[in-house]
C-alpha cells in the first residue's frame, strides 16, 4: 500500500468514527426528547474535564427515591443545555432524564435554583 493510500484509510477510518460519535450523541438526544421525565437534582461540584479542559457540573438525581450521578458540561454548548445561570454547589435544579435509560440525562441550570418548597413534592 502506497503512502498516499495510507493516508486516505486513516483519513477514512477517523471520519468514520467522528460520524458514529455524531449518530450516538444524535440517538441519545432524540431518546431524551422522546422519553422524557422530569426530576430534581442537587449540584455536587464544578470542576474541569475533558480536552479542550472545559467546565463540568457533576450532579446527583432522585429516581425512585435512589440519587443517580451525573454530569453535564458547564457551557449551553451542543446539545443544547439549558444554562441560563451559574450552577451553585449544594442547590438543586430540574433534571430531565430519559425513563427508557436513567443515566441519560441533563440538569438544567435556570437563573435561580429551585425554592425549598418547590423541592419538597420530590424529596418528601
Not at 500500500?1 to 449518530?23: A, Y
Not at 422524557?36 to 479542559?53: E, Y
Amino acid at each position: 500500500m502506497t503512502e498516499n493510500n495510507q493516508k486516505i484509510v486513516v483519513l477514512s477510518i477517523i471520519g468514520l468514527i467522528i460520524l458514529l460519535l455524531f449518530l450516538f450523541q444524535e440517538n441519545k438526544e432524540s431518546s431524551l426528547s422522546e422519553n422524557q421525565l422530569t426530576t430534581i437534582g442537587k449540584v455536587v461540584d464544578i470542576k474541569m474535564c475533558g480536552k479542550p479542559a472545559s467546565g463540568c457540573i457533576t450532579f446527583a438525581y432522585l429516581i425512585d427515591g435512589k440519587w443517580i450521578d451525573g454530569t453535564d458540561p458547564e457551557s449551553a454548548a451542543y446539545p443544547e443545555f439549558v444554562r441560563e445561570g451559574k450552577p451553585e454547589i449544594g442547590k438543586y435544579y430540574k433534571v430531565v432524564y430519559d425513563k427508557t435509560d436513567i443515566n441519560n440525562s441533563k440538569i438544567l441550570i435556570t437563573k435561580k435554583p429551585l425554592t425549598e418548597k418547590q423541592t419538597e413534592k420530590y424529596l418528601n
